[in-house]
């Protein structure tokens, strides 16, 4: 019975010897997790057109909600004494008070007054041209800031998309120089990063075509409204100029 017990020991032993030796599972690195801010900070020079661009687009925002009023066209009481002044024909005293006024419509009408001093047989029709021509340049004014805002949210797609081009260039010539088993995560990484660009530059020109969306009413009825009142004074202007002949 001994000698039995010591050959299966002697048979487990051998056995034991044989198997491989089991080394400890080494940890296998992982690619941690990025905050927002590590992606932000990690566009480089691609963060410094995209910052100008999000304050540009922010500028222009807050800009326009100050800019399309009507009340920045004329004041009403500027049109309360411009029509008491037509009435009793004083339109050296309305040419005085359109000079002192710097507001679109009575700086348009100004011109008007003084063309038509100057043009004693002046029309109807040529006093209306005189203020589509003042009038077309005051409409530019008027619609530049929405126009920027939405050329802004043009490119600001654009060049996210330029700094996600270049990260991706980069993050490739970084696998092609690493030997390195984790060639794979490194690309993974870098592609994230450089999509981060993508995606700020989408934000900031969504942004800027929302409200571009939203000012663009707002500048059809401050047109409308520099057009129907300019029309008004212009034909009253006429028929104090008739009334003088």
């Given at each position: 019975m001994r000698n039995r017990s010591l050959a299966i020991l002697a048979l487990l032993g051998s056995l034991t010897s044989l198997a491989p030796a089991q080394t400890p599972a080494e940890p296998s690195p992982q690619l941690g997790g990025l905050t927002l801010w590590q992606l932000v900070s990690s566009l480089e020079w691609v963060l410094i057109p995209l910052g100008l661009l999000s304050v540009a687009v922010v500028a222009l925002i807050v800009f326009n909600f100050f800019w399309l009023k009507r009340s920045n066209l004329v004041s009403p009481g500027f049109i309360e004494?411009?029509?008491a002044l037509l009435r009793t024909r004083k339109l050296e005293d309305l040419a005085d008070l359109c000079e002192k006024n710097n507001q679109t419509i009575p700086r348009i009408l100004g011109k008007v007054i003084l063309f038509a001093k100057s043009h004693p047989t002046v029309t109807l029709e040529s006093l209306k041209e005189i203020a589509e021509v003042e009038g077309g340049r005051a409409?530019?004014?008027?619609n530049m800031p929405?126009?920027?805002?939405?050329?802004?949210?043009v490119m600001a797609p654009m060049v996210g998309l330029l700094g996600t081009v270049v990260g991706i260039l980069r993050s490739f010539g970084t696998l092609a120089s690493d030997a390195t088993p984790m060639r794979t995560m490194v690309l993974a990484g870098g592609v994230s990063q450089a999509l981060a660009a993508t995606a700020i530059g989408?934000?900031?020109g969504l942004t800027a075509m929302a409200f571009y969306a939203f000012f663009r009413p707002r500048v059809l009825d401050?047109?409308?409204?520099?057009?129907?009142?300019?029309?008004?004074?212009l034909i009253r202007t006429n028929d104090c100029l008739a009334r003088g002949k």
């Open positions: 004494e411009s029509e409409v530019a004014r008027i929405t126009m920027i805002l939405m050329d802004l949210g989408l934000t900031i401050t047109v409308g409204h520099l057009e129907s009142t300019l029309t008004v004074l």
